[in-house]
């Protein structure tokens, strides 16, 4: 039985079970999904150029994962444009009172201009 290595989990597993990096694979080249997803690069030149079905339908699941952030990530973002922020908040809040600049009896006492001296009693009947 022939068997050749994977390039990604280095196993070696029958050739049967292998698939070329650079086809196609459920619309999309595995070797461009290496590289986008994974940092991977595969030259043509790649001694080893073969993939097993293992790590391909890895390779499905997380450009799937992928697919479905970046979908969601673009509808919270048009979300975000749609509603326009909400501010009615003032349901909780009192009406915020400033305290106002409370109308004291004024300080300025202006009535202290008659002496109020205790009368000094002088009406002493020193007669
Ligand atoms: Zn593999």
Same mark, same amino acid.
């Given at each position: &039985?022939?068997?050749?290595?994977?390039?990604?989990?280095?196993?070696?597993?029958?050739?049967?079970? &292998?698939?070329?990096?650079?086809?196609?694979?459920?619309?999309?080249?595995?070797?461009?999904?290496?590289?986008?997803?994974?940092?991977?690069?595969?030259?043509?030149?790649? &001694?080893?150029?073969?993939?097993? @079905? %293992?790590?391909?339908? @890895?390779?499905?699941?997380?450009?799937?994962?992928?697919?479905?952030?970046?979908?969601?990530?673009?509808?919270?973002?048009? &979300?975000?444009?749609?509603?326009?922020?909400?501010?009615?908040?003032? %349901?909780?809040?009192?009406?915020?009172? @400033?305290?106002?600049?409370?109308?004291?009896?004024?300080?300025?006492?202006?009535?202290?201009?008659? %002496?109020? @001296?205790?009368?000094?009693?002088?009406?002493?009947?020193?007669?």
């Amino acid at each position: &039985m022939l068997t050749v290595c994977c390039r990604i989990c280095l196993k070696q597993i029958n050739f049967n079970q &292998m698939l070329s990096l650079f086809q196609t694979y459920k619309g999309f080249v595995i070797r461009d999904a290496l590289l986008d997803l994974f940092n991977i690069q595969i030259l043509p030149t790649e &001694m080893v150029s073969t993939i097993c @079905k %293992e790590c391909v339908a @890895k390779v499905c699941t997380v450009r799937h994962i992928r697919d479905e952030f970046i979908k969601q990530d673009e509808r919270y973002r048009e &979300m975000l444009r749609s509603s326009p922020a909400k501010d009615d908040s003032d %349901e909780e809040k009192l009406p915020d009172q @400033k305290p106002d600049i409370r109308t004291d009896p004024s300080p300025t006492v202006e009535s202290t201009t008659g %002496e109020d @001296k205790p009368a000094s009693v002088e009406d002493t009947d020193s007669t």
